[in-house]
């Protein structure tokens, strides 16, 4: 099992967690979460991937985090300087309503969602190339937490995409 650390805010802690209880139950992933609290315990778990939805205020610390990180998945839309990233060895991937993100809405209305995937990734298994998503919407679900969950699921499982109430 590998453990996936997440920086975010309190309300997409609550929904990802509801995700998490309800869908997952079988993935091969734990999600930790990370706060400015709790950031110095985290320092010596090795994280595969890390989420960034959230500025934190420890960079120090943040960067032990990341250097065993295999993929990182940051929301460009957020006021980080991305240069720092430079300087690991793994995947970025990049989600928001940048141009540039390689995971952005192309379309969101009452009952639906267009994912746009515009570059291809390498995932545990295989090449994700580029794509268009479609997911139906059961509930007023925040856009940035659809695109986080979609960039963890096409790392580790994209199967259950198709299957993903939101």
């Known amino acids: 099992m590998c453990f996936i650390g997440i920086i975010t805010d309190e309300k997409s802690k609550k929904y990802i967690n509801k995700i998490d209880k309800?869908?997952?139950?079988?993935c091969?992933?734990?999600?930790?979460?990370?706060t400015d609290n709790n950031i110095e315990n985290m320092k010596h778990i090795r994280f595969d991937t890390i989420v960034i939805n959230k500025k934190i205020n420890n960079i120090d610390v943040l960067r032990d985090?990341?250097?065993s990180a295999k993929y990182i998945i940051i929301n460009s839309d957020l006021n980080i300087n991305l240069n720092i990233l430079k300087e690991y060895n793994c995947l970025v991937i990049t989600y928001g309503f940048n141009s540039k993100s390689t995971i952005t809405m192309?379309?969101?209305?009452?009952?639906?969602v267009q994912i746009?995937?515009?570059r291809s990734i390498?995932?545990?298994k295989s090449k994700i190339e580029q794509q268009e998503i479609s997911l139906i919407k059961e509930n007023q679900?925040?856009?940035?937490?659809i695109m986080l969950l979609i960039a963890?699921?096409?790392i580790y499982n994209n199967e259950i995409i198709a299957l993903l109430k939101l």
């Not at 309800?22 to 079988?26: A, G, I, L, P, V």
């Not at 091969?28 to 990370?34: A, C, G, M, R």
């Not at 679900?141 to 937490?145: A, I, K, N, S």
């Open 116 to 118: 746009c995937i515009q």
């Open 122 to 124: 390498q995932n545990k």
């Open 141 to 145: 679900v925040d856009t940035y937490d």
């Open 152 to 154: 963890i699921l096409l």
């Open 22 to 26: 309800e869908q997952f139950k079988d």
């Open 65 to 67: 985090i990341l250097k």
């Open 106 to 112: 192309s379309s969101n209305t009452l009952d639906s």
């Open 28 to 34: 091969t992933f734990k999600i930790v979460y990370i």
